[in-house]
């Protein structure tokens, strides 16, 4: 974790040396998911970005959200869509100059860990899980959930010899045998769930209160240079995701291709996901306190882990509810 903190303030030294003004975009840099099917992708197949906001839009595919927030600072991307709650929260815990303009995902059970066919380990017994390997994306939420899980569990976290692995790495050497429980999301997780089982459901998860949601993320600097581009985003958004609503059969189809999935295997990943409008996310649960709450949340309970040194006193500054208020 002190790692992670260490690459992003080298990066923002970095990337603050090498800054410049510019009279406008000659493209826009997006990250986002491979094998991650989201409403926007109907307008990412369709270019409905590229026509509204009069610019072209590059879709760069990244593993992780840490991979995404690293870069961000580093000036490589300008919008993050479907960046994961907790990399946002330790970015930004670290001085990663980024903010979240709006939620591009409710997860809910999307993202989990799974034990090992061969492993006699469930919840009774989740302590066995100390000394042995678990692997799972660091700094991530599905790394947040697990560690909740964990410690719910009883488990002592600091025995478990817990393994920075990316999604696809994980899904390979837990089919090999070489661990004891992977934790992961999307493709990985669906493949790992047939040769093992979940250590907490979804539904447990959500009753412990462990919630699990990504953002849309853009640098300080995109949004200082390019407000309107940034609300002209949301917008096509907005537009997505009413388009799943009015025409789920065809919506579905285009959103499997740019996902790189089977539609069967899309649709099964979409039922677990809910998307969010405007005025869906200009509420209290989100973008008006709920957002910044759980990002304390998360950063209070990495502090308590000690896995960092210290949360922030507030992240109401990391949050900008502006740019889709002006989105129509």
């Known amino acids: 974790m002190k790692k992670f903190f260490a690459l992003i303030l080298a990066t923002i030294s970095m990337a603050g040396a090498m800054s410049g003004a510019a009279a406008s975009p000659e493209k826009i840099t997006v990250a986002y ?15 409905w970005y590229d026509e509204e906001l009069g610019v072209p839009i590059e879709w760069r595919p990244y593993n992780t959200g840490v991979e995404m927030a690293e870069a961000m600072v580093a000036g490589d991307v300008d919008v993050s869509f479907s960046m994961g709650v907790v990399p946002f929260a330790l970015a930004v815990t670290a001085g990663a100059p980024i903010k979240v303009v709006g939620v591009a995902v409710d997860t809910g059970g999307a993202d989990n860990c799974v034990i090992y066919k061969k492993e006699a380990i469930d919840r009774a017994n989740a302590h066995e899980l100390q000394g042995r390997k678990v692997a799972v994306p660091l700094n991530t939420v ?9 410690v719910f569990l009883g488990v002592d976290v600091d025995k478990v010899n817990v393994i920075d692995m990316s999604p ?23 493949r790992m769930k047939g040769h093992g089982w979940e250590l907490l459901t979804a539904n447990e998860q959500d009753r412990l209160g462990i919630r699990a949601f990504d953002v849309i993320a853009v640098t300080n600097d995109f949004a200082a240079k390019y407000p309107d581009l940034v609300v002209k985003f949301l917008t096509v958004t907005d537009r997505a995701i009413e388009y799943l609503g009015d025409e789920p059969k065809k919506a579905k189809s285009v959103i499997a291709k740019a996902a790189g999935l089977g539609l069967r295997q899309s649709n099964i990943v979409l039922s677990l996901f809910d998307f969010y409008t405007r005025d869906e996310q200009l509420t ?13 949340e998360v950063a209070d309970f990495f502090e308590q882990q000690g896995k960092i040194d210290r949360a922030l006193d507030d992240y109401g500054p990391t949050v900008d509810a502006s740019f889709y208020e002006r989105a129509r």
Not at 168 to 190: K, Q, T, V
Not at 284 to 296: C, D, T
């Open 142 to 150: 599905t790394h947040y959930k697990m560690l909740r899980s964990l």
């Open 284 to 296: 209290e649960r989100w973008m008006y306190g709920g957002v910044q709450s759980f990002l304390k």
């Open 168 to 190: 696809h790495d994980i899904d390979d050497a837990f089919i090999n045998g070489e661990l004891a429980m992977g934790c992961s999301w999307g493709g990985p997780l669906r």
């Open 33 to 47: 998911f491979q094998e991650w099917p989201t409403a926007n992708q109907v307008a990412q197949a369709g270019k």
